[in-house]
């Protein structure tokens, strides 16, 4: 009889694509449309949830939060930035290139952190008052409210980030006013006052226009920066460097960039603006800003959009990217697909 031979070919075939369940592959862009400058955590202990933030520039509500279980079905489950009371500036930069820049989205303490930069960007670079850096924090990302009002730190530069070290004290790493160098510094930083130590250079980048999006990882013994570099059009990178101690010095990878799609011709252009996390069977991923607009990079009406790529970091060494494209395939997806809160 015909029909049992291609009924279990058929069953075999799904079982082959799914591992456990579930497809290694996916689509990009994650987050089709205005959603530059992606950063992305893994909260294991919030329900095995994948969190990130995205640059929102002048608009209001602003910084837009997504969430996912299976790093394949995102939803938008609100905005830090959701009352005028948290940062009555936002309403007075001028601008479309001016507003929120670049936020890093971190959870330490049982705490969402969010340290992102409001830019006036009609000021001269080296004018101080250009770049009002500020710190938010949320217990529950999901309810507008638990947001925090911006807490103000003193910072010339932007893409600010805070990180933890062993023994407890914050940091924050960002990148200084490009036009004005030097590049990537960092400080002490009381995350609950906003009041910073002495800011130091750690890093000026491998030589490529404006070293910025800085983002600290401490694994394998080391202190790995990743960076982005060329600025935000075709020359636009992904690089490298990393360090035995918290504040340098940082030796830059020999194999950058890590992940570039400058000098090909492919549809997805401009790959950069990266951020790192793991899943929960330790899988590494990697989040990034693209443009389609390749080759020819004349138009992309749709803006800056959210990829993601699979990564491979054997323990110690430098890790590798997946160059992005549309359909990717990566690691096996995360099982712990459930429902996001508020989806039927
Ligand atoms: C930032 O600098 C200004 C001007 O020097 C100062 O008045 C303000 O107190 C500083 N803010 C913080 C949080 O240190
Ligand atoms: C970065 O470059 C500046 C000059 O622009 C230099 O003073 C500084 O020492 C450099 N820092 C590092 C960590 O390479
Ligand atoms: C792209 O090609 C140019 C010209 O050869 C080169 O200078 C640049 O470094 C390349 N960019 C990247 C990111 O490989």
Redesign the pocket.
């Given at each position: 009889m015909l029909l049992t031979p291609l009924l279990l070919g058929l069953t075999a075939c799904v079982s082959a694509l799914g591992g456990h369940g579930h497809d290694s592959t996916f689509n990009n862009p994650i987050f089709p449309g205005f959603y530059p400058d992606p950063s992305c955590i893994y909260i294991p202990e919030r329900d095995h949830t994948f969190f990130c933030a995205s640059s929102s520039f002048n608009a209001f509500p602003g910084i837009p939060i997504h969430a996912s279980k299976d790093l394949q079905n995102w939803k938008l489950i609100g905005h830090a930035l959701n009352r005028k009371e948290q940062l009555p500036r936002l309403a007075e930069t001028n601008r479309l290139t001016s507003g929120i820049w670049a936020p890093a989205l971190r959870f330490h303490d049982d705490t969402f952190w969010l340290v992102t930069t409001l830019v006036d960007d009609d000021r001269p670079q080296a004018d101080f008052s250009r770049w009002d850096n500020i710190i938010f924090k949320a217990k529950d990302p999901y309810n507008p409210k638990s947001w925090s009002n911006a807490v103000?730190?003193?910072f010339t530069g932007y893409d600010t980030e805070p990180f933890w070290d062993e023994d407890g004290k914050a940091y924050i790493t960002g990148a200084h006013a490009w036009q004005v160098g030097p590049y990537i510094e960092q400080a002490e930083v009381d995350l609950d006052?906003?009041?910073?130590g002495e800011w130091r250079v750690i890093w000026n980048g491998t030589g490529g226009m404006a070293p910025e999006g800085p983002h600290i990882y401490r694994k394998y013994g080391w202190y790995y920066l990743l960076a982005a570099e060329g600025g935000t059009g075709v020359d636009h990178m992904v690089t490298m460097a990393r360090s035995k101690t918290l504040s340098g010095p940082y030796e830059s990878n020999p194999g950058n960039p890590v992940l570039t799609n400058a000098n090909t011709t492919s549809y997805f252009q401009t790959v950069g603006h990266c951020d790192l996390f793991q899943d929960s069977n330790g899988n590494w991923w990697a989040v990034a800003l693209s443009t389609r607009s390749g080759p020819e990079y004349l138009h992309y009406p749709m803006g800056r959009e959210t990829v993601m790529t699979a990564v491979s970091w054997p323990e110690g060494e430098w890790p590798t990217f997946t160059p992005i494209a549309g359909r990717m395939s990566g690691w096996p997806m995360p099982r712990d697909a459930k429902d996001i809160r508020g989806v039927g």
């Open positions: 103000h730190f003193n006052t906003g009041k910073a």
